[in-house]
């Protein structure tokens, strides 16, 4: 049996793994004409002053050398048989039976037994492997397609500024066409396995398997598949129906927010330094998470041949081991190592300082987010109050916005981000609760806990809405966060109608263009990958699974999609809580003219503009 990838035998630290089958006899017989022999197989000997003239059963009592050496290769920092496939059949070194070392022929099934319990770490490596290759493959595909990602964003930005009502349309038909395409490849692969007597068993049927593509073949994915994306498509034109009076507002803010970031076109690039940031965060955490697992002292454990054993992962001391009554009890019983651990008052507290590592991570990472917001806030507000546009927004708005933000406002950002990880960490303690006592609940505790998981969900939700627009405040004003928030908090609930639409509107709408933008660059991978589309473009024919670099031309076109959108909506929510404060603060006369434009003003409010004077 397998402990902690230990094994109850001697075990010896070694530079390199067996290469062929050697059994201790058969190196006697060898070594007696060529020296060379001995010493290939005395590096798998506990010591070098092994003479090769002991007998096999000198060796097997002193338990100086192994009775035989297999095929083996590293997993783990230790060596596994190394099994392959030759034409169908199970082997290990081209070999399908073997010398034991005892007199005995083994098959390699009986290996395969053995050494079980590392096999699916050994196919999930295989996999990985294989995953890794697709990479290596196609990793310059994956780049064009992350470039053309990227460009499609921009152009789309650059179009919302110019043509926002027929691109408006274009994101609804092109959404709706994408899923309709996908609608339409699932029933047709479900129509070409009618009739194929695999494809009628069912997910459950196979079980878990780290070949996914055996899922492909089932009719029942398909078909799932196909249901899914029919809600998807139901669901948008719904909602297409539902708000189409609403789009007239949708079309005149992203026209007012492509207007703004056509100002101030830095404010596309700070995405990346946002995510430089968030990377130092994660490696920071990983680090500290990876220090604190492996801290400690060597822990052995006792292992004995099939587990028979009373005393069987019990704490041992290796020096002290043969003389203790274990040994005694239990023959054949090793003291091996199994982990690094401790019981100092450090060791017992490193589940304490895992904690605090994942709070702090959670409050750096908000805190970058919080810092983007009020960065990206101060650009925008600086476009919305100045009164002749361009001309009278201030040079380099975005780094100035950052500047102040760091010199004035680190410990509103900080005390936001800090309710905001508080929050999160809770419905992290939450859910590993849940996991751990998952099986012992009564109906009211799983009741009672699915309650607390929603309602912590629905106040992160919350809690990330006032934070942003606290920021915006602090941003304009310059004051506290409790202050801003308070403000912010009141300008909303003053325009909680105009609120609702704005927000609900153009969020739809910017997840319509992320979804278009993921979507087409999807299909083109799609097609490439799995050579649709030869005679235009000849992509990778020696994939081992096509969608592990199309999966990840999605996902990364979906990030880079929201790294752009983001700005923009960022850009939208600042100009409406200006807008809403403008109406507060102006009344349209000659003596206190709006700041907003007349066209987006004449749809947000029914009321007799008189504009200031701006350079157009």
């Known amino acids: 049996m397998m402990i902690n990838l230990q094994c109850p035998t001697t075990q010896i630290c070694v530079s390199k793994c067996p290469e062929r089958f050697v059994t201790y006899v058969e190196m006697q017989i060898k070594s007696q004409s060529n020296l060379s022999h001995w010493a290939y197989y005395r590096r798998f000997c506990k010591s070098s002053s092994v003479k090769p003239q002991k007998s096999l059963t000198e060796i097997l009592l002193d338990e100086e050398c192994p009775t035989a050496i297999f095929p083996s290769k590293p997993f783990f920092q230790r060596c596994f048989p190394d099994f392959s496939t030759f034409n169908g059949t199970l082997t290990v070194g081209n070999k399908t039976t073997f010398e034991d070392g005892s007199g005995k022929t083994r098959n390699v099934m009986e290996l395969k037994a053995a050494a079980n319990g590392i096999n699916r770490l050994l196919k999930a490596r295989s996999v990985g492997t294989q995953v890794f290759e697709d990479y290596s493959t196609s990793w310059f595909w994956i780049l064009i397609g992350l470039i053309i990602a990227m460009l499609l964003s921009w152009i789309f930005l650059i179009l919302l500024r110019h043509t926002a009502g027929f691109l408006f349309w274009i994101f609804m038909l092109g959404v709706l066409g994408i899923v309709g395409y996908g609608i339409w490849h699932c029933y047709r692969e479900y129509h070409r396995l009618q009739g194929q007597p695999t494809s009628e068993l069912t997910i459950y049927d196979v079980g878990i398997q780290t070949d996914v593509s055996i899922y492909f073949e089932l009719k029942q994915t398909w078909f799932t598949f196909m249901i899914i994306l029919c809600i998807i498509e139901a669901i948008i034109t719904i909602m297409l129906i539902f708000l189409r009076n609403r789009i007239q507002l949708a079309i005149a803010l992203l026209k007012e927010g492509s207007k703004a970031v056509g100002y101030i076109p830095s404010t596309l690039i700070y995405p990346f330094s946002t995510f430089i940031l968030i990377s130092i965060c994660i490696s920071y955490w990983a680090v500290t998470a990876v220090f604190l697992a492996t801290s400690g002292t060597p822990v052995y454990k006792v292992m004995t041949p099939g587990g028979q054993c009373i005393h069987e992962n019990r704490t041992c001391d290796p020096e002290i081991f043969n003389t203790t009554d274990i040994y005694k009890t239990c023959p054949g019983a090793k003291c091996n190592f199994a982990f690094y651990g401790g019981k100092s008052l450090y060791h017992k507290y490193i589940t304490v300082f895992q904690i605090y590592n994942l709070f702090a991570f959670l409050w750096l990472i908000n805190f970058v987010l919080a810092l983007g917001q009020c960065t990206l806030a101060g650009a925008f507000a600086a476009y919305y109050w100045a009164t002749k ?116 509107v153009t969020e739809f709408v910017l997840i319509l263009g992320k979804i278009l933008v993921a979507g087409t660059i999807g299909i083109l991978a799609f097609l490439l990958f799995t050579q649709r589309i030869p005679m235009i473009v000849k992509g990778p024919t020696s994939l081992n699974y096509y969608w592990v670099p199309m999966l990840t031309v999605i996902f990364g076109s979906f990030i880079i999609a929201h790294g752009f959108f983001s700005v923009y909506a960022m850009c939208i929510d600042t100009l409406f809580v200006c807008f809403c404060e403008d109406l507060e603060r102006n009344d349209g006369s000659t003596e206190k003219p709006y700041f907003i434009s007349p066209s987006l003003h004449g749809i947000l409010i029914k009321k007799q503009l008189v504009p200031r004077e701006q350079k157009k």
């Open 389 to 504: 546009k361009p001309d009278d927004i201030p040079p380099f708005p975005l780094l100035t916005a950052f500047g102040r933000a760091i010199r004035y406002h680190t410990g509103s950002l900080a005390f936001g981000s800090l309710i905001l990880a508080s929050v999160q960490m809770f419905r992290i303690v939450l859910e590993y609760m849940d996991r751990r006592i998952k099986h012992a609940q009564s109906k009211f505790s799983k009741f009672l806990q699915c309650c607390l998981k929603c309602c912590f969900w629905c106040l992160e939700g919350v809690v990330k809405f006032l934070n942003k627009n606290a920021y915006i405040m602090i941003a304009i004003y310059g004051k506290n966060f409790c202050k801003s928030a308070k403000d912010a908090f009141n300008l909303l609930m003053r325009n909680v109608v105009r609120v609702t639409i704005m927000d609900k």
